[in-house]
Nanobody
Framework: VQLQASGGGLVQAGGSLRLSCAAS????????MGWFRQAPGKEREFVAA????????YYADSVKGRFTISRDNAKNTVYLQMNSLKPEDTAVYYC?????????????????WGQGTQVTVSS
């Protein structure tokens, strides 16, 4: 599975961005999908995940209520709507696919990764 993330950019605090991640294969519809992020000098951290069916979502406490993950299996695409952005949301955002087990918040459970897209939030 190849993943292509897009939609990053520079935005002022309080603004919004929508990230997209397009997958190359039909197996996408049977994969749990996650978003992670990595800020300079920090470890990669979990942001959000959605079950293969789209009926269950999980969020890190730091983004709960501000970010929304969703997916369109017909388009092989997962989205991350980010509202009320803060400077501490600045990071490279990665999408990832987990083809086995239950949806997870650990990066080690994910099998395929996109290349990352930069999100910068200015104060």
């Amino acid at each position: 599975v190849q993943l292509q993330a897009s939609g990053g950019g520079l935005v002022q605090a309080g603004g919004s961005l929508r990230l997209s991640c397009a997958a190359s294969e039909r197996t996408f519809s049977r994969s749990h999908m996650g978003w992670f992020r990595q800020a300079p000098g920090k470890e990669r951290e979990f942001v959000a995940a959605v079950r293969w069916s789209g009926d269950t979502t999980y969020y890190a406490d730091s983004v709960k209520g501000r970010f929304t993950i969703s997916r369109d299996n017909a388009k092989n695409t997962v989205y991350l709507q980010m509202n009320s952005l803060k400077p501490e949301d600045t990071a490279v955002y990665y999408c990832a696919a987990d083809q086995f087990g239950e949806v997870a918040d650990s990066q080690y459970d994910y099998d395929y990764w996109g290349q990352g897209t930069q999100v910068t939030v200015s104060s």
